[in-house]
DNA sequence: TCTTATACATAATGTTCTTATGTATCTTTG
DNA sequence: CAAAGATACATAAGAACATTATGTATAAGA
């Protein structure tokens, strides 16, 4: 089962963050590919949805950017900056929570 | 903490239908005060939000309404007809699971 | 050689939210 | 008793963020 597009708005910077995170250097397509195999083909990041937000979290200060030509072809590697190592925290945490109270206010039953 | 609103986004239906299983029958704005008063203030519904929301559900034949008058008041209540009854079943199950993968993906402990 | 995968990016569009505004009644408080 | 705040509905403009479509280009596999 596929998730609904709409319950990924919203968390999508924060699995971006943590991907980076957990694997120090990544691009965008590798990205797709991780979470796509993490959540067993449930969660699919749309290129359109990608690029704009990895390009926001530069703007933002919060991840730096790395060329490297493979061959001929271009890969755009991405790390966090500092700002973005604490912002990862606040992100993860603000969702876990608000995972816990989603949880209690749907009567959800722990598995 | 209040919850940033985007993590609020893709959830509300959710949120709204499942208030009305577990109450019968809700007016707009008892639904804001009870989902701000569960969540411990932590998720304010907006109005601009709700109102659009319930119109939708109702639009989709997942809710029906019944008009009453407090005094000179009018307030609207929503309860949800039989295939909303199987629609939050739907809903409620895909957020829970996609909670979990979620977890997973974003390495959260249990508390 | 053709298709699929890899790899970037942007633009038009759609959905859904926030913020602002509008109307009106009821209750509380100085 | 007048003003303020709470109750209760609703809509519109704008922002945010995703989808879908399109574009460019290289590499690998059938």
Redesign the pocket.
Known sequence: MIYS??L??????TIVLQQLKQNGKM???????KVKELSKERI?????????????LEAEGLVQ?ETEF????????YRLTPSGENKVLEKVNELAEFMNTMKFILDIKPV
Not at 47 to 56: D, N
Not at 70 to 77: D, E, H, Q, T
């Open positions: 597009s709409e990924i708005k919203g968390t999508l910077k691009y965008g397509y590798e990205i797709t590919q699919s990041i749309t290129e359109g949805a990608l690029y704009p937000t990895l390009h926001a950017t493979i061959g001929k072809r271009i890969r755009k590697y």
